[in-house]
């Protein structure tokens, strides 16, 4: 099969398989039996070569290029980051940061590794800054409510009581407290990188 070939039927089963994966986790005992029962064998379709620092040389070989002589697309790198079971999770992340880097900017491996750690954290604390707004919190609050949960990998209840100290009964804050929970888990969750976190299955089941 010619490697183009093989890099599409990868892409594509590693989007169906991200799909199915979530539906898995997010609909657990709800989900179709036949989607409960599958057992992706992404590790088969992980590359050995194609990985994080694999694509951040890249990246930095694209930025190295002349601009009157571009060999090293957006799309091929899209379409080779897109092939790879290792980078399932950051796919998008990494695609939107390809579209950032400019052809004849010149940045070094290191450049590269260090700008997209500040595009993520920018967008991070965007989607956070959208939360808070949502519910109507500080978002230095929130943010130190995340960056306490990751840090000792436990989600305490008790620390959303400051949030919502002005809800006027139990019952409110009760309803204020799931609704955010609804959103800052995945949000949690992503951070975590695959970590786990105790304490967030009490409200993933409300």
């Known amino acids: 099969m010619p490697q183009e070939k093989l890099t599409e039927f990868k892409s594509a089963y590693l989007e169906i398989a991200k799909q199915l994966k979530k539906i898995q986790q997010q609909e657990t005992n709800n989900a179709p039996p036949e989607v409960q029962q599958l057992d992706f064998e992404l590790v088969l379709f992980a590359s050995a070569l194609i990985d994080y620092d694999y694509i951040m040389r890249l990246l930095s070989k694209y930025t190295q290029q002349n601009p009157q002589k571009v060999e090293l697309t957006p799309e091929q790198l899209i379409r080779l ?12 992340e990494i695609q939107e940061y390809i579209h950032t880097l400019q052809v004849g900017k010149g940045l070094s491996e290191q450049e590269v ?11 991070n604390d965007q989607q956070l ?17 995340v960056e306490t949960t990751l840090s000792r990998g436990i989600f305490d209840a008790e620390a959303l009581n400051p949030l919502f100290a002005t809800s006027t009964s139990w019952k409110d804050r009760k309803n204020k407290e799931t609704k955010l929970m609804k959103d800052l888990i995945p949000y949690l969750k992503k951070q975590a990188e695959g970590k786990e976190i105790s304490g967030l299955k009490a409200y993933e089941q409300e």
């Open 81 to 92: 980051l897109s092939s790879s079971a290792n980078l399932m999770e950051e796919k998008k």
């Open 113 to 123: 590794k260090e700008n997209y750690q500040l595009f993520k954290a920018k967008k």
């Open 129 to 145: 800054t959208h939360i808070a707004q949502e519910h109507g919190l500080s978002f230095s609050d929130l943010k130190q409510l």
